[in-house]
């Protein structure tokens, strides 16, 4: 009996051990699961490499010109290194010849509101930055990192966190670390170099995970802080947890790198396009115009905002499905929404970034990730209203490449977020809905089976209302609505007409006027202004159409597929 005993209390200690052992195991695995796409930030020197970094630094530092762009003036280099400038801005969207030749702690002129300065702010939060890149100039991030350092009061600010998505340059793997380890030794800057790359969603994700600060704010890797820019926006989080915030995103021109303003108090917040794409738009409220405090915006660009960091989780962070770049703005936007956030613009907070013509970097595949993501978002967050996007994007809709949604669904769920209507109804009233409360919508043809086409006019440019050959599915070019205001529109671009003759898309002003079109029941769109009716008389396929003196021929007779009878003029 006893010996069972002792043995069976062997059995015991050995099941426990080994159970003792799995367990440990399991820990490290999974530990090493989590980090297996991060690499050590710490940098391993040898006397060898001290003395090349230090060599090439200071070779670097020698050819800085001092005071070049002070105060955010446009600068200019002399002879072969203008031709360089001009030459890489053509390969990276960005002058980086000067950007190598300008100090990286360059000193701005305060670009703010003067009345801001009233303003006394007392924060108690401490913030964590995050920057991400990915093959972006050293020079630039380096900018990036010395206007928080010099702009951001310490005792506000609790680490800078860089996310380097596993860049493939050179001077990012290893040179910056150094230039962080000697230059910059002082400041509580971490680095982590992701192994894989994974795309700026999920390169913020890590930089989330990683920081400590009671408030998060990311920015991209080419921007410059500005004067007393994070104080507004922790005392505002301190008020208001639910508040995420964008500062006034200032252009730094990537061929000079100057600092650029929109005059000192006019601002746009952010909107969207039915095509998933960001936009700014104009404040709607005359009020808020003029405002100093924190504007309402129904969206945001994406690039530099600032979150509380638990409602950052508390929220959704981010979807760690999507992939690349492009979307989770607009996603997180919705989200915030939806699920009892706000997004506020703060005036008084100013941000510079530099806007590049195009992205100088590319994702395996060229997979359209901006689109796939934007499809994952609609699915989750637009409801019904998802018709519009996908009217755009048509090979998204059913699509397997989108991917897997339940985590999102569910998320949605958990928070009782509202429907993407009430976003609509009381975040963007005025965002004009192509096939709601219409008088009609869809395709306009004649007669001669040609179609109103805006001939695929560029987002920012006026053009002319174009006729070409109705294409036999639906096709967004050819996708038109008359309002209930009486405008002929195609999103924010309204037909008006010019010279008494042209018609052109521009944008909506909403002032009636030549934007006022009469649809009859006979078919001939009538405006009042010119007394004269839309004709595609003498145009040819690809031509735009005229408003001419009405009169009875097919080719003032245009049919719209679908319309509201009742909302028709006799
Ligand atoms: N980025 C990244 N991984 C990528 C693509 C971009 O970390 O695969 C970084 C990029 O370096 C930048 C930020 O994400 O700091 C936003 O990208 P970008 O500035 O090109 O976007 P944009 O401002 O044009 O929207
Ligand atoms: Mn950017």
């Known amino acids: 009996m006893l010996m069972k005993c002792v043995r069976l209390k062997r059995i015991h200690a050995r099941l426990i051990l080994a159970l003792l052992v799995t367990l440990l195991l399991i820990i490290i695995v999974s530990k090493l699961k989590t980090n297996e796409n991060l690499e050590s930030g710490q940098l391993v020197l040898d006397n060898n490499s001290t003395q090349i970094f230090e ?3 200071t070779d670097y530092e020698r050819r800085i010109i001092p005071n070049l762009g002070d105060n955010g003036d446009p600068s200019f280099l ?35 509101n003067k009345k801001c300065k009233r303003f006394k702010y007392n924060p108690k939060l401490k913030t964590s930055v ?19 350092i010099l702009q951001t009061p310490s005792h506000l600010l609790k680490e800078i966190i860089l996310v380097d998505d596993a860049s493939t340059e050179e001077n990012l793997n290893g040179l910056l670390d150094y230039y962080i380890e000697t230059r910059l030794r002082n400041y509580n800057i971490k680095i982590i170099h992701l192994k894989h790359r994974l795309g700026l969603i999920r390169a913020r994700l890590q930089g989330a995970r990683a920081a400590q600060g009671d408030v998060l704010i990311f920015l991209d890797a080419h921007c410059e802080a500005t004067e007393d820019w994070v104080e507004p926006l922790l005392s505002r989080i301190e008020e208001d947890r639910t508040a995420v915030l964008v500062p006034i995103i200032d252009v730094i021109e990537a061929n000079n790198l100057a600092y650029s303003t929109n005059g000192d108090s006019s601002f746009q917040v952010g909107g969207f396009s039915w095509s998933g794409h ?3 738009i104009d404040i709607q409220n005359e009020e808020d115009k003029h405002k100093l405090t924190p504007v309402k915006s129904p ?24 992939d690349g770049w492009g979307g989770e703005n607009l996603e997180m936007s919705f989200r915030i929404w939806q699920c009892g956030g706000r997004l506020e613009t703060v005036p008084c907070s100013r941000v510079g970034h530099i806007f590049r013509d195009f992205h100088p970097y590319s994702f395996p595949d060229n997979k359209d990730t901006h689109g796939i993501n934007t499809a994952r978002l609609a699915h989750v967050w637009m409801d019904d209203y998802k018709r519009l996007f996908f009217m755009h994007q048509p090979g998204l809709e059913n699509n397997p490449i989108v991917g897997d949604l339940t985590h999102r669904k569910q998320l949605r769920q958990k928070l009782r977020c509202k429907s993407f209507k009430w976003y609509l109804d009381n975040v963007y009233p005025e965002k004009f809905v192509p096939d709601e409360n219409v008088v009609a919508h869809g395709q306009v043809r004649t007669e001669f089976e040609m179609c109103l086409d805006d001939l695929q006019l560029a987002d920012d440019k006026v053009g002319p209302l174009g006729l070409y050959q109705c294409h036999p599915h639906m096709a967004m070019s050819q996708y038109f609505s008359i309002s209930e205001k009486g405008e002929l529109r195609k999103e924010n671009f309204c037909s008006e007409v010019f010279n008494e003759h042209d018609v052109q898309l521009t944008e909506c002003h909403g002032h009636k006027r030549e934007q006022y079109w009469v649809y009859h029941k006979n078919g001939t769109i009538f405006n009042p202004s010119v007394n004269r009716c839309l004709s595609s008389e003498g145009v040819e396929n690809g031509g735009g159409v005229k408003a001419d003196i009405c009169k009875d021929t097919l080719y003032q007779r245009w049919k719209f597929d679908k319309v509201n009878e009742t909302a028709m003029a006799v």
């Not at 020079?139 to 990192?145: A, E, H, P, Q």
């Not at 994406?302 to 999507?322: H, T, V």
């Open 278 to 280: 960001f936009t700014w």
């Open 299 to 322: 969206t945001m660009a994406g690039g530099l905002f600032a979150i509380d960091r638990n409602f950052f989780w508390d929220i959704g962070s981010y979807d760690e499905q999507m």
């Open 78 to 112: 002399e002879g072969n290194d203008a031709k360089e400038g001009e030459k890489a801005l053509k390969t990276f969207a960005l002058n980086t010849v000067l950007s190598d030749r300008m100090p990286l702690n360059r000193k701005l002129r305060d670009p703010r």
């Open 130 to 148: 995050i920057v991400i890149f990915y093959n972006e100039l050293m020079s630039v991030i380096l900018r990036t990192i010395w206007s928080v």
């Open 55 to 57: 060599k090439k630094l």
